[in-house]
């Protein structure tokens, strides 16, 4: 093998990082990687080079020594570095995946317990609920960590021991030709260590079932969808790792009155013709109470009338909302005699033909669209 420049090899200057080193090494090895170049003995030759190249310059020593002397301060033969001849595929296939698949490179990662779980409660609350908060409690089924043993799963006086197969490592090593793969330690499952004499309440778990109970407090001005996070409220971390979160998921019931669309609510506001017509006060709700809403005179079906400030908080601004009243003009039904006289009354005096334009011109309009629309189908 050619003893070209170790830096030039890698592709990068002489004075370069480690992880830019390492980085330029990772992207070469998985180019001239024998496993995918099979068969190609050039490749298997460039691929040595560049394993050789990154050992050394990697390597605070090594790397000083070639600085100063060259490949004669590198050489094997001299006590150098290990060089073409210590070349093992198994270490670099994992130095080069162990980032991408978990594994550990040389001598495995050292295996820690896992922490717990996270948890959701779905909470439900009214919209007044919602809007004003409150402080509520909840029962959430979860794993803790057993009393009797302190979560380390062993019999009080006893402790676990270190896993006789992977030696506190939690992995084991697969080799294949080429291949180094990484393997979760079938004796411990990964745990690096060993209960020889299980906790009789938790049968070596170092978890047990338990229903909590909790106080939330909800913030006002929340709405569906919204989180609140209780850190460490989850489900117990193994052999006293960290517990998870617990995740309480806001859903806000529909209200019979309202509906919410961000800050704003919105109601329909029924109306009888006459109020609408001649204009006055009315009573409208909002969260707070009763106010008085003005009406103008001739106010039409589906007419928006704001009132600033009668919607909700919000939880993260702290601006307040709108209250929005639509106005829906009411039919009257179930009349007396004297009350269609009345109407029909009316009706007349508002006359007919072009006279009708005057108090109902939205009819008139109507249907004089329709006439032209007829018309213009014949013609």
């Known amino acids: ?45 460039k691929f040595k080079e560049i394993q050789e190249a990154h050992e050394i310059l990697t390597d605070s020593q090594k790397r000083a020594a070639y600085d100063q002397y060259g490949h ?46 996270d948890l959701r409660y779905n909470l439900e ?12 409690e ?3 089924p979860t794993l803790v960590e057993c009393d009797t043993c302190d979560g380390s799963g062993a019999k009080k006086g006893s402790s676990p021991v270190t896993c006789s197969t992977c030696h506190g490592q939690g992995q084991v090593q697969m080799r294949q030709g080429f291949f180094a793969v990484q393997q979760t330690c079938p004796t411990c499952s990964g745990k690096g260590k060993i209960i020889k004499d299980p906790c009789g309440s938790c049968r070596g778990h170092g978890r047990i079932e338990k229903t909590k109970t909790l106080s939330v407090k909800v913030p006002a001005g929340v709405d569906t969808g919204d989180r609140i996070r209780l850190t460490g409220e989850g489900e117990a971390g193994e052999m006293g790792a960290p517990a998870g979160d617990l995740y309480v998921q806001v859903h806000v019931k529909e209200h019979k009155i309202f509906t919410r669309e961000g800050n704003n609510l919105y109601c329909e506001v029924p109306l009888s013709f ?22 103008t005179a001739e106010t039409q079906t589906g007419k928006m009338f704001r009132l600033r400030d009668k919607g909700v908080k919000s939880v993260r601004s702290g601006n307040v ?21 009345l109407l029909e009354e009316l009706e007349d ?22 006439k032209k629309f007829f018309d213009d189908l014949t013609n």
């Open 349 to 370: 005096s508002m006359g007919k033909g072009k006279d009708v334009a005057k108090n109902r011109p939205k009819e008139s309009g109507f249907f004089d669209g329709v």
């Open 1 to 45: 093998m050619s003893k070209r420049d170790y830096y030039e090899v890698l592709g990068v200057e002489k004075g370069a990082a480690e992880r830019d080193i390492k980085k330029a090494y990772k992207r070469l090895a998985m180019k001239y990687h024998p496993d995918r170049n099979q068969g190609d003995k050039a490749m298997e030759e």
């Open 138 to 140: 909840i029962r959430v």
């Open 321 to 341: 909302g709108d209250l929005i009243c639509k106005v829906v003009i009411e039919t009257p039904v179930n009349l007396s005699a004297r009350q269609k006289e």
């Open 274 to 295: 006459t109020r609408a017509a001649l204009g006055g006060e009315i009573e409208v709700p909002t969260l707070e109470g009763k106010v008085k809403l003005k009406v």
């Open 72 to 117: 004669a301060g590198v050489d094997p033969n001299r006590g150098g570095g290990r060089g073409q001849q210590g070349a093992d595929f198994g270490d670099i296939f994992g130095d080069v995946f162990g980032d991408i698949f978990g594994g550990g490179g040389r001598g495995g990662r050292q295996s820690r317990a896992r922490q717990g779980s």
């Open 125 to 136: 609350l009214s919209l007044e609920e919602a809007v004003r908060g409150k402080s509520v």
